[in-house]
């Protein structure tokens, strides 16, 4: 009788505890939002931005630095930008193919702003009423972003003026979301490529490779001579691919 107790004892315990993790799963955002709601604005909207800026630049990065390309071609089921690209064969002195975003840095920093404006509105609406919640006086003031693309990671600074009053004022000038991620690297790599297929019409992935021992470079031909491009850097595992269509067929290495 002893034994059928103590297993009895152990089941109960056992649904408790399963139960227990469950609601801290289903609560976690609420939870992770009261903890840091009076004591650290910045780690708020670093905790609620970051995961949707990482989200962003990872979808960015496979689609050739377009949320929603224009002139793109499918592969394996993701639409990826041409980032140079002619129709059918050039004429003499003409480029191999046309550059589709001369300022790939400045689009992309662009495309994360318009991307993250939506999310950022609602994490500062919460950071608000999680002051106000509290009987804080709060008043917000909400400045431009400026998305910056950095050696190694990604800095995301809202110019957003934040006064929380309630004896003692609380006053935050701006809020900054760092992310590591090596984008900086792979757009280089990118651009390098892009001038060498607008220029000669193809280009050497080993070369880079040598020259670069922590990249990764991907040639994928396809049957309409499309290229598709897949940079990794293989630490950190990040990725940035595009689409290439030249009119002289590449050189096989």
């Known amino acids: 009788m002893n034994k059928k107790g103590q297993v009895t004892i152990f089941i109960i315990l056992g649904i408790i505890v399963v139960a227990v993790a469950v609601l801290i799963y289903l609560l976690y955002p609420q939870i992770k939002s ?7 604005p910045q780690g708020f909207i670093q905790t609620c931005m970051g995961d949707k800026i990482k989200e962003t630049i990872n979808t960015l990065s496979l689609q050739g630095g377009s949320m929603k390309p224009e002139n793109y071609f499918t592969y394996n089921g993701i639409k990826i930008e ?6 059918g064969p050039n004429l003499q002195g003409e480029p191999n193919c046309v550059v589709q975003q001369p300022l790939l840095q400045a689009h992309i920093k662009n495309e994360i702003e318009k991307e993250i404006n939506q999310a950022a509105n609602s994490c500062f ?6 002051y106000q919640k509290q009987g804080y006086s709060v008043n917000l003031i909400k400045g431009e972003t400026i998305v910056d693309i950095l050696p190694k990671r990604i800095l995301v600074t809202f110019n957003n003026q934040f006064t929380a009053t309630k004896g003692n004022s609380q006053r935050y000038e701006k809020f900054s979301v760092l992310v590591n991620n090596n984008l900086y690297e792979l757009l280089a790599i990118a651009n390098s490529i892009v001038n060498w ?10 070369t880079y490779m040598i020259f670069y021992p922590n990249l990764k470079v991907e040639l994928n031909l396809r049957a309409d001579e499309t290229k598709i491009y897949t940079l990794t850097e293989r630490d950190s595992g990040d990725k940035f691919q595009f689409a290439i269509r030249s009119s002289v067929p590449p050189i096989l290495y």
């Open 197 to 206: 297929e607008f220029t000669y019409g193809g280009s050497d992935p080993m």
């Open 82 to 87: 041409y980032l140079c690209y002619i129709n």
């Open 34 to 40: 009261t903890f840091f709601k009076t004591t650290n």
């Open 125 to 130: 609406n919460d950071l608000v009423q999680n």
